[in-house]
């Protein structure tokens, strides 16, 4: 079986195409970590498109938010002002699904789903030190996790924590990672709507681990088109910005 995992789509539209398009036919089966919505200018698109797909999906902080189901106050400024955007733009068949969406932890088959940390669906994981629950926690060896927008991981290996960098060079299209045995993985596929980790290209994964592979992807999409369309929404300015950045 192999994985499509996406994460972070953030309602950009375009970014979530591109991806589609670069791993078509290279899947099986789509899993989804969360924060379908959110910062982007394209909510009701990107639900539409989601839905229609058999995806195994848990929610993320923005989808809470986004649909009403939390409220925005943890957020700062810029994103709280975009999560009540969305909820106004939203219909009421998208802002539901989106309210529906189950919190992780989700066990699938060899692996677990989560949005943030094992422990705490909103957690950042950022570091080894916030990495270390979660690869004790997981009762599976691979966890999938997203929330950071930082493609790579952790890994826990003879108890030791190590961080996995595994972004693909501007030339390249995906980085292959080989899963050993002995050691437990913490893997972040990055976002497809907005990366922050230096890179802008939409960011997936594509894991097949029967094969114990899983290939970190990241794709070019027209910015530019996203940019345009969230000027006319009137979205904040430095989310605008911050895609040609991947920041």
């Known amino acids: 079986m192999r994985y499509l995992i996406l994460s972070d789509i953030h309602a950009n539209a375009t970014a979530l195409e591109a ?3 670069a791993a078509e036919g290279r899947w099986d089966k789509i899993i989804c970590l969360g924060d379908v919505v959110g910062y982007g200018p394209d909510p009701n698109e990107v639900v539409d498109r989601v839905r229609k797909m058999d995806v195994a999906i848990i929610r993320g902080n923005h989808d809470k938010a986004g649909s009403g189901l939390a409220n925005a106050d943890d957020f700062n400024p810029v994103a709280r002002a975009v999560a009540l955007w969305t909820r106004d733009q939203l219909r009421g068949e998208n802002r539901e699904w989106l309210e529906q969406l189950p919190a992780g932890p989700l066990a699938m088959d060899g692996f677990v789903m989560v949005h943030g940390a094992f ?3 909103d957690e950042y994981v950022f570091a080894p030190a916030q990495a270390i629950d979660s690869l004790l926690d997981a009762p599976a060896q691979i966890t999938f996790f997203g929330h950071t927008h930082l493609q790579g991981g952790f890994t826990l290996h003879d108890n030791k924590v190590g961080v996995l960098h595994l972004k693909p060079g501007a030339s390249d299209l995906y980085s292959t990672l080989s899963i050993d045995d002995d050691t437990v993985y913490l893997l972040n596929p990055g976002s497809i709507g907005q990366p922050r980790d230096g890179d802008p290209r939409a960011a997936f994964v594509i894991a097949d681990l029967e094969k114990k592979s899983v290939e970190f992807w990241r794709v070019p999409y027209d910015i530019e088109s996203v940019q345009k369309r ?10 605008i910005m911050r895609l040609a950045y991947g920041r």
């Open 119 to 121: 422990r705490d669906e």
């Open 230 to 239: 969230m000027g006319t929404c009137g979205l904040p300015e430095p989310l």
């Open 19 to 21: 991806a589609m398009a």
